[in-house]
Each structure stands twice: as C-alpha cells, then as structure tokens.
C-alpha cells in the first residue's frame, strides 16, 4: 500500500539523514529545488532525535543507509550504478558501500533448507557449516554433500526479507510520488522509474532461482575462458530460497598482501580482470555487473574466481558493436569516426552538428591520452563521454550508465593489483579481436546468413502469405491512386521464395 501511512516511515529517514549529516549531501547531489529542500527539512530536523545513529567512522551517507537497515543498502547499491541521477561524486561514495550485516543463527537457516529442499539437512549435507559471510539480502554456508563429500557453498535468504523489502519499497515509490509533485523539475531524473528499477534488481535477488540462472548462465559462457571460473550451480539443491553451488578455495583478491606472499602474478591477475570483463561484455553480452574484490577470489593455481550473480549486466548485440567502434575510435583517436558512430546508432540527434560533435570528442579524448600509464582510464573516459553526449541531446541509456559503473570498479580492482597497469595497451587486443570477428565482410555474411535463416521459417506460410497479399491486391485496384509506392505482388512472393530456398540450401 502506498499511501500517508509511509509517512512514518519516511520521517524516521529524514530524521536518520539529519542525525548522520548525509541530509545536506544528498540533496546537493540531487540539486534539490527549494520546496524539497522544505519538506526533507520538515520530515528530517523536527523528528532529529527518532534517527538512528549509525556509525560514526563512515561517511555521512554510507552511515545513513547502513542504519536504516537491508533494503537502504540495497538501494545505495544501486544508485551508485545511476551517476546520471545522483552525480559522479555521490555515485563513488556509495560504490564503497558496504553489504555486511550480523548472520542469523544457523539453525534458522537449516530450517528454510529443510522447508525449500523438502529433506533434512543431514540427509543432503555430512557438514553444515555456521555462516562464512552475511548479507543485507542473504548468508552462505559452507557445507559437505553427504552423496559426494564434495564441498559447496550454501546461499539462505534471510528469515522475512521479502516482507520487510515490500515494506520499504512501498515508502521509497511513496516518496518518489512526493518528490516528483513537490518537484516537476525532477522528473527528468525519473524519480519513479529509477524505483522501479530497484524493485526489479531486488525481485531478482530475493528469487534465488533467478540468481542460479544466471550462475548458470555465465558459467556457460565463460566455460572456455582460460584463467578464469565460476562455480558450477547444483540445480537439485536450489530453490527460491537456497542456492547451492560448487565450494571454491582462493584468496580474496582485495588482500594484496597475502596474493604476494602466495606467489601469484599481480600484473597478470590486475590485466585479466580487465580482460575477462570486456570479453564477457563485447563477446556475450552478459557480465557481471558487480566485480568488486568481495566478489573475486584467486585460486591456487592462479585462477580467477567469480562469485556473487545478484547484479548481471546485459547488452544486445548492436549496442556492443557500438561500443566496440566507440572504444576502437578512441584508441586510434579517430574522433570523426566515434562522431559518426553516435549519429549512425541514433545516440545523437541528427539536427546537431557532427563536426562540433568530432572536436568535442576530442577535446575528451586528448588530455586523458595526454597521461601517464597510470593515470590513463577508460572509465573516466566513458564518463566524460556521457557528459558531452547529454550537451548533444543524447538521451540517458541505462545499459551503458551499468557498464560505464562496472568499468570504474574493474579498473579499481585491477589498479589495486598494479598501480601502473596501462588501461589501453591491455584493452586493445580485446576490442580489435571483437571488431575483427563481428564488423566487416566476416561478420557481414554471417548477420545475411543468419536474417535469411530468420525469413526462411515463414516457407511454410508462403502459399497463406500469396493468398493475402492477392486478396490486397484486387482491393488495392479499386483504391484511387495516392502516389505512394506499393510493393509488388510478384517482387514479395520473389523475395520470400527466395529466403526460403536459401534458408533450405543454408
């Protein structure tokens, strides 16, 4: 229910983000007109002392919404993908975010196994470990099939989370309703939209069903990527709220002392999360959209390791050529072709003009090859990209803002490897062998192979299709004349027939 009664519930917010000082911040970061400013006021400074505390080592807005519980987490957790609505500043700040949150007692846990799995926890597992790491949404146990002995990692929504996130989504939809009456200039950052967006992501998280998938997924994927793995999901063990994968030792990638003394290569492991991730997004199309050092680890053998599949980024195959040619554009510092790659997608308007667009492009581009190795990065590119493209009227694409976010952090985990790690000397050989696979002559036959595969399935349909198209016809000559061309009868039936033979022989 969305209505007065989150009311309550958005005063013990305000009242947090007073006590905390992130009140100020936040709405800096959202420009906030004065009737808003007004109401959070109202909503925060009276009510002052109901706001939690929080801790007072973290910055002002980590500290509110780590306070106010799992779901504010969350939510900050995904604003941060959304510079375009909260600012490049506020969007880093809340990138450090911190998904940490006391375990629940194991039992519990075996509890909702035993409920989801319909069998007793030591029919399945010989051992059952307490929680290894706790979450806003849920925890992971270590255990032992008792089948196999082989070891798995256990994932248990937490006890009521779904209740509690309704709850709380319900408020946020509330306050982005006030937001957007109290003010209409908002509504260009979508106020409701970027909810709705949250609400999906969580959705997705709380069915760890839909987070198997896409375990499941990537592991298809990345199952020939040398170097690098994801854990195998057990399919039988997993449900809406369990998800059992396969156990995989490693060394957190975030403890940099202990990669070194272990031997492993930081060079070579700082190059292949970059690689791995721009395979993954020109290659597939599907990434992992949260590849912070939480959710990477380095096996013995100098492998890297994936975890964590709540956050997926996806891109079709025409915007990956897009970017493909965007990124190629600006390695070669072609600035004409990057321009005229914008207004060939219809990323740009076609009333603006291309070559104010070109010396724009390059007035980004030059000062950032214009650095040293470890400065250079592709991130702060893309960013700047997005900046000059919005003064061109180019319009917010939410998967590339999820990309460009993902980017920053990946360039973050491989610098905290090598520090002078050059961001373009290893992106290069990628994005080449992308475009030399899927832009020219190559890929050109294979997308004309693959369209008149597409018009062959309609061979059966043909003689349905003559039928039709005889009746419009004998209707079109009763029609007076407009002008307009008309497709002939004999020139469709040619090209059909024609799809459907080479579909055959195809």
């Known amino acids: 229910m969305r209505g007065p009664h989150n009311i309550l519930r958005l005063i013990r917010t305000g009242a947090t983000f007073e006590r905390t000082g992130a009140m100020q911040q936040v709405l800096e970061a959202l420009d906030a007109p004065a009737s808003l400013r007004v109401a959070a006021r109202v909503l925060g400074w009276p009510f002052k002392w109901l706001g939690i505390k929080g801790d007072p080592s973290q910055p002002p807005v980590t500290r509110a919404l780590t306070a106010l519980g799992p779901a504010y987490i969350k939510f900050g957790q995904i604003l941060s993908t959304r510079p375009d609505v909260v600012g490049a500043e506020m969007a880093e700040q809340l990138r450090v975010l911190q998904d940490k949150l006391p375990a629940f007692p194991t039992e519990i846990a075996k509890g909702v196994v035993e409920a989801e799995l319909g069998q007793k926890v030591e029919d399945i597992f010989s051992e059952f470990s307490d929680p290894v790491a ?11 099939l008792a089948e196999t002995g082989e070891d798995v990692a256990v994932k248990v929504l937490r006890p009521r989370i779904e209740q509690a996130f309704r709850q709380d989504v319900d408020a946020f939809y509330f306050a982005a309703r006030m937001i957007e009456v109290l003010s209409p200039g908002s509504r260009r950052l979508r106020p409701m939209d970027v909810i709705e967006h949250f609400e999906g992501v969580v959705n997705g998280e709380l069915d760890l069903r839909l987070e198997t998938a896409a375990a499941a997924e990537f592991e298809a994927n990345a199952e020939g990527d040398e170097g690098f793995h994801v854990p195998k999901v057990k399919w039988a063990l997993s449900s809406r709220r369990v998800m059992t994968l396969e156990w995989v030792e490693g060394l957190p990638l975030g ?13 070579r492991l700082g190059e292949k999360v970059l690689t791995t991730f721009l395979s993954h997004a020109l290659r597939d199309g599907y990434f992992h959209a949260d590849m912070h050092q939480g959710n990477l680890k380095v096996a013995a053998d100098g492998t890297l390791v994936a975890l964590d599949f709540g956050i997926m980024g996806r891109i079709d195959a025409y915007t990956r050529r897009v970017y493909a040619e ?5 390695i070669r510092k072609d600035y004409r072709r990057v321009a005229e790659v914008h207004f060939e997608a219809g990323y740009v308007p076609a009333d603006q003009d291309i070559d104010e667009f070109a010396r724009a492009l390059r007035a980004v581009g030059e000062p950032i090859f214009g650095m040293d190795a ?24 939410t998967e590339l803002i999820l990309l460009q976010r993902t980017m920053v952090v990946v360039e973050g985990v491989s610098r905290s490897l ?3 790690i050059n961001i373009w000397n290893v992106a290069r050989p990628v994005v080449e062998g992308y475009i030399a696979e899927n832009i020219g002559p190559k890929a ?18 043909l003689p349905e299709l003559a039928e039709a198209a005889l009746i419009a016809q004998a209707h079109r000559r009763d029609e007076p004349d407009d002008g307009k061309w008309k497709p002939s009868l004999v020139l469709m ?4 027939g024609l799809a459907f033979a080479l579909g055959v022989l195809i």
């Not at 403890?255 to 060079?267: F, L, S, Y």
């Not at 400065?375 to 900046?387: H, K, Q």
């Not at 294979?446 to 061979?459: E, H, K, S, Y």
């Open 134 to 144: 706790a979450a806003s949404i849920a925890q992971v146990h270590r255990a032992r």
């Open 255 to 267: 403890d940099v002392a202990a990669i070194e003394a272990a031997g492993h290569d930081r060079t």
């Open 326 to 330: 965007i990124l190629i554009g600006f």
């Open 374 to 397: 470890s400065r250079i990065s592709m991130a702060r590119l893309l960013a700047y990209l997005f900046e000059v493209t919005e003064k061109f009227g180019m319009e917010t694409r």
């Open 418 to 420: 090598d520090p002078h």
């Open 444 to 461: 050109l036959l294979r997308d004309m192979a693959q369209t008149v595969r597409i018009l062959a399935r309609f061979g059966p349909k």
């Open 493 to 496: 039936l040619l090209v059909a």
